[in-house]
């Protein structure tokens, strides 16, 4: 009689589950003094840039033959821009939740965070070192943006049980989410490349990680200094 073999098991999803690719937006357009980013009650909301609008056919290549049951945005262009191929060629109509907008940054919206940071101002600096958005002045607090980001995955586990989905979202959204996850640091996960994927799952009482930062479709449309917001 042969003997009996036990092998290691592929990862399935727990049944009632939902799967959900995470996609940052692809790059968007630089900020200038002379032409800031349009807001959206109160979020800087620039469009893509060329390179961002190729990414966003790449990601579009790589998911096409996935799964979806549905695609998700936030309120903001950049989101809508980037899944719009992948929309167009799976013929889904995306889905728009304003809870999976970026960080609200207060008083350096309109493209002003993207200047600070270049020129290393005292207050980036603290807001990096002690891991809080609030150190901007009139920015969101990283309790509230968890506090929104947990009800919109929520709702999407409810619709979508034992589905995967993808959900177009920002830098500060992802590293929010796969930091509820994992409990890291709360910008441990910052800086996922525009474009790329991560992979969580959704469970009643959990998110699981399955990856992150995957940017393999992206070839060579990386550029050294990926922002980590906006």
Same mark, same amino acid.
């Given at each position: 009689m042969a003997q009996q073999e036990y092998r290691q098991p592929r990862f399935a999803p727990p049944p009632g589950s939902t799967e959900v690719l995470l996609v940052r937006h692809g790059e968007s357009r630089a900020a200038t003094a002379d032409n800031p980013f349009p /807001?959206? *009650?109160?979020?800087?909301?620039?469009? /893509? %840039?060329?390179?961002?609008?190729?990414?966003?056919?790449?990601?579009?290549?790589?998911?096409? /033959?996935?799964? $979806?049951?549905?695609?998700?945005?936030?309120? $903001?262009?950049?989101?809508?821009?980037?899944?719009?191929?992948?929309? %167009? %060629? $799976?013929?889904?109509?995306?889905?728009?939740?304003?809870?999976l907008r970026e960080v609200c940054l207060g008083d350096w919206e309109g493209g002003l965070f993207r200047v600070k940071a270049h020129e290393q101002d005292p207050v980036y600096l603290r807001m990096q070192a002690e891991e809080r958005w609030d150190i901007i002045p009139n920015a969101e607090p990283n309790e509230v943006l968890s506090a929104r980001l947990e009800a919109a995955l929520q709702r999407m586990r409810q619709a979508h049980p034992d589905s995967r989905i993808a959900a177009f979202v920002h830098g500060g959204v992802i590293a929010n989410i796969l930091h509820m996850a994992t409990g890291s640091r709360p910008f441990a996960f910052t800086g996922?490349?525009?474009?790329?994927?991560? %992979? !969580?799952? /959704?469970?009643?009482?959990? !998110?699981?990680?399955?990856?992150?930062? *995957?940017?393999?479709?992206l070839a060579d449309t990386i550029v050294p200094g990926d922002s980590q917001l906006t």
């Open positions: /807001l959206v *009650d109160g979020h800087g909301d620039p469009e /893509l %840039h060329p390179n961002g609008r190729v990414q966003a056919r790449l990601v579009a290549e790589r998911l096409r /033959l996935e799964p $979806l049951a549905a695609i998700y945005v936030s309120n $903001l262009r950049r989101t809508a821009e980037t899944a719009e191929p992948l929309a %167009h %060629h $799976l013929g889904l109509q995306p889905k728009v939740d304003a809870a996922a490349a525009n474009g790329s994927i991560s %992979h !969580i799952v /959704l469970l009643e009482d959990r !998110i699981m990680v399955r990856s992150f930062n *995957d940017c393999a479709h």
